[in-house]
């Protein structure tokens, strides 16, 4: 009776650990070879895993987004896009004071919030090869269409309960994806 007890009080204590562990949705290389998927192991310790067929090919124990982001892997199995469909704000640009004499206008272009990093290659030593600012995407009108919540911004279509195409791999190892108010854009490896 006491060893069955222990035993349960054990599987109880022990659940916890394991319950920590959360896998990404693994997403496979356009010629079936690789696949790539994030692991949060615990809070604020991730690894990044591509893999093969036979077995794992690398890891990279960094957290480059969460298991919810989405995880593109080349074909030879070498570089890795992350693309991230919830964002923090940038911080605004400040406003140049205005002096007595002259009235300043305001400045033409985005606002801060949208000089976000929304998309980055990384190599498999985690460093970072290419990224893609939502302004390199999307022009100050179009701009309106991204969802802005308290401190972060919706401006994927296809996630997050946005309407339309989610981010894809196409048959010619292409990252295709449209960002709210925009074309269809793609990522190259």
Not at 22 to 36: D, E, F, T
Not at 69 to 98: A, C, I, Q
Request: proline share 7%; aromatic share 6%.
């Amino acid at each position: 009776m006491r060893r069955a007890a222990l035993a349960l009080v054990l599987m109880f204590l022990s659940s916890p650990a394991v319950a920590e562990e959360r896998k990404g949705r693994a997403r496979v290389s356009a010629n079936g070879l690789y696949s790539v998927r994030m692991v949060e192991v615990a809070q604020g310790q991730c690894r990044l895993e591509v893999t093969q067929e036979s077995g794992p090919a690398w890891s990279l124990p960094q957290c480059l987004g969460t298991v919810d982001d989405f995880y593109f892997v080349s074909n030879d199995g070498e570089r890795v896009w992350v693309v991230w469909p919830l964002v923090e704000k940038g911080k605004p640009v400040p406003e140049p004071r205005p002096s007595r004499k002259s009235k300043a206008k305001k400045p033409k272009g985005p606002p801060g919030w949208a000089r976000v990093v929304v998309a980055a290659q990384y190599g498999r030593d985690g460093q970072r090869l290419q990224e893609k600012q939502l302004t390199e995407w999307l022009n100050t009108r179009q701009l309106s269409e991204v969802r802005q919540l308290t401190h972060h911004i919706k401006w994927l279509e296809g996630t997050l309960g946005v309407p339309g195409k989610g981010p894809r791999l196409t048959d010619a190892g292409v990252v295709e994806l449209e960002p709210v108010g925009g074309t269809t854009r793609q990522l190259t490896f």
